[in-house]
T-cell receptor, first 114, second 112 residues
């Protein structure tokens, strides 16, 4: 497909377990973003990758959160020792460049921490 | 402290009438604004943008107005259609679109 894809679409895990969420951006998009949307709240910026530059990790809520991106392709968001407050929809977006370009969002991964 | 606010969590409008969605921001450094539309179980999709050098941008039925002195922007949809029923997010950037701060969203229901 031509859009941003994310997997899994749903993830249920137990408190304390690690989870890994995957994002496949649109081919050719150099910028990739991760956001989190908790129930009833807006999109919360987590991390931004742009080409080979150092990622902007300013939105990561704690050191339990980390993300990797291989070149200009797949990205994984890892949450270690999950807590119940990590329950949210995690959205990935990509754009052609990092500035002034609309972001194309994936469908999100709904994470539920029991 | 929310930098981008959408004070109406929901809005209902009759089909054919105008929908006005409002967004207020606190950071005077914001220079680029977007509106996204989100249907259930889907990611947000880009709708329309405006940079701080303009006060209006129009695209078909959608018009965004920016009032920098009031730190306020609004999205007008005319005429509203039932397919416009969705959650609308306002987003703002202080570095011309590198990082965005999103509002909490307004759920629009267009009644047939």
């Amino acid at each position: 497909g031509a859009g941003v894809s994310q997997s899994p679409s749903n993830k249920v895990t137990e408190k304390g377990k690690d989870v890994e969420l995957r994002c496949d951006p649109i081919s050719g998009h150099t910028a990739l973003y991760w956001y989190r949307q908790r129930l009833g709240q807006g999109l919360e910026f987590l991390i931004y990758f742009q080409g080979n530059s150092a990622p902007d990790k300013s939105g990561l809520p704690s050191d339990r959160f980390s993300a990797e991106r291989t070149g200009e392709s797949v990205s994984t968001l890892t949450i270690q020792r999950t807590q119940q407050e990590d329950s949210a929809v995690y959205l990935c977006a990509s754009s052609r460049t990092g500035r002034g370009n609309e972001q194309f969002f994936g469908p999100g991964t709904r994470l539920t921490v029991l | 402290d929310q930098q981008v606010k959408q004070n109406s969590p929901s809005l209902s409008v009759q089909e054919g009438r105008i929908s006005i969605l409002n967004c207020d921001y606190t950071n005077s450094m914001f220079d680029y604004f977007l509106w996204y539309k989100k249907y259930p179980a889907e990611g947000p999709t880009f709708l329309i943008s405006i940079s701080s050098i303009k006060d209006k941008n129009e695209d078909g039925r959608f018009t965004v107005f920016l009032n920098k002195s009031a730190k306020h922007l609004s999205l007008h949809i005319v005429p509203s259609q039932p397919g416009d029923s969705a959650v609308y997010f306002c987003a703002a950037s202080a570095d011309y679109g590198q990082n965005f701060v999103f509002g909490p969203g307004t759920r629009l229901s267009v009644l047939p």
